[in-house]
């Protein structure tokens, strides 16, 4: 069954970057695309950037140009590097493969704050 288990996740300062990992079992990961979400406190789960099999990136508007989905397929990994942190992107980030419905990991916390 699908298991995902994130990390990296932590408290930094505005500006600060951090790098998100997602370990995936139980799937064949590289026939899978990979959403990374986050969900922050009083707010609606949102789709914050995904990749699909062959590569190919997307991304909320509010994260272009500073967040950069990337896979590992040999190591069943996506990241999350996430680049210029704004206070507003404090959230719980969770992964998932793209076609997995109803499951969630426990997700990694980020806050951004000075």
């Known amino acids: 069954q699908v298991q995902v288990v994130e990390s990296g996740g932590g408290l930094v300062q505005p500006g600060w970057s951090l790098r998100l990992s997602c370990a995936a079992s139980?799937?064949?990961?590289?026939?899978?695309?990979m959403d990374w979400y986050r969900q922050a406190p009083g707010k609606q789960r949102e789709l914050v950037a995904f990749?699909?099999?062959?590569?190919?990136?997307n991304y909320a508007e509010s994260v272009k140009g500073r967040f950069t989905i990337s896979r590992d397929n040999a190591k069943n990994t996506v990241y999350l590097q996430m680049n210029s942190l704004k206070p507003e992107d404090t959230a719980v980030y969770y992964c998932?493969?793209?076609?997995?419905?109803?499951?969630w990991g426990q997700g990694t916390q980020v806050t951004v704050s000075s």
């Open positions: 990749i699909t099999i062959g590569g190919s990136t």
């Open positions: 998932k493969p793209t076609t997995t419905v109803g499951y």
């Open positions: 139980g799937f064949i990961f590289r026939l899978n695309g």
